[in-house]
């Protein structure tokens, strides 16, 4: 069964700091992967997508996501962070065309970006 | 487009009274989800539709909770009878197509006292 892992609760980094925020998956064949952003009282805004191609995505607002696929990982990245990327992201993935499509989030990684 | 559109965006409701969530999606899009969030289970998917037909419903807690798509512009989560612990934002999504992005309503946020 397809499974996506986000171990961190919470990322710290400063403003105009990098950032990561990291995901894991587990999915049989090749995976769709996903990350969204959720700001208080809204629903889920996509940011970006890996479908195939290079494993350097980007996406909206500035970040990018690399697909790797020996560590079946797709950490997302921001070469440098804004207190308004303070938010809840989510990384999610999809089984391919042929298995039954679902769309499965991770636990969430909440964000703050201090001054 | 409008994006996904959820009704009502606040409900509340007393325990053992019925009721039911509606989402319109995007026009054009044939992939419809049900999600659940909570602080303590995350964002939990409920159901999944396809071509107006449910794909899994693996994720639907218990018979109290049901899910239709009687056509490809409108669904709905009824759950019945409601209770407390079924307190939570409930979303939808829809895609179009099995391999894309999908796109979230702003959720209905549902308390049962």
């Known amino acids: 069964a397809q499974s996506v892992a986000q171990p961190e609760d919470q990322v710290n980094v400063a403003e105009g700091n990098p950032l990561t925020v990291k995901c894991t998956y587990s999915?049989?064949?090749?995976?769709?992967l996903f990350w969204y952003v959720q700001y208080p009282n809204r629903g889920l805004q996509f940011l970006l997508k890996?479908?195939?191609?290079?494993?350097l995505v980007k996406g909206s607002y500035g970040f990018e996501a690399e697909f790797n696929k020996s560590q079946t990982s797709f950490h997302l990245k921001k070469p440098s962070a804004l207190v308004s990327d303070s938010a809840l992201y989510f990384c999610?993935?999809?089984?391919?065309?042929?298995?039954?499509?679902?769309?499965?989030f991770g636990a969430g990684t909440r964000l703050a970006v201090h001054p | 487009d409008a994006g996904v559109i959820q009704s009502p965006r606040h409900e509340v409701t007393e325990m053992g009274q019925e009721v039911t969530l509606r989402c319109k999606p995007i026009s054009g899009h044939n992939s419809l989800f049900w999600y659940r969030q909570t602080m303590m289970r995350g964002l939990e998917l409920l159901i999944y539709f396809n071509n107006n037909v449910p794909i899994d419903d693996s994720g639907m807690p218990e018979d109290r909770f049901s899910a239709k798509m009687p056509n490809a512009s409108f669904s709905t989560l009824k759950i019945q009878p409601s209770e407390p612990r079924d307190s939570a934002v409930y979303f939808c999504?829809?895609?179009?197509?099995?391999?894309?992005?999908?796109?979230f309503g702003q959720g209905t946020r549902l308390t049962v006292v």
């Open positions: 999504a829809s895609s179009s197509s099995s391999y894309t992005e999908a796109f």
């Open positions: 999610a993935v999809r089984d391919p065309p042929g298995g039954y499509n679902k769309l499965i």
């Open positions: 999915v049989s064949g090749n995976p769709y």
């Open positions: 890996y479908i195939t191609g290079d494993n």
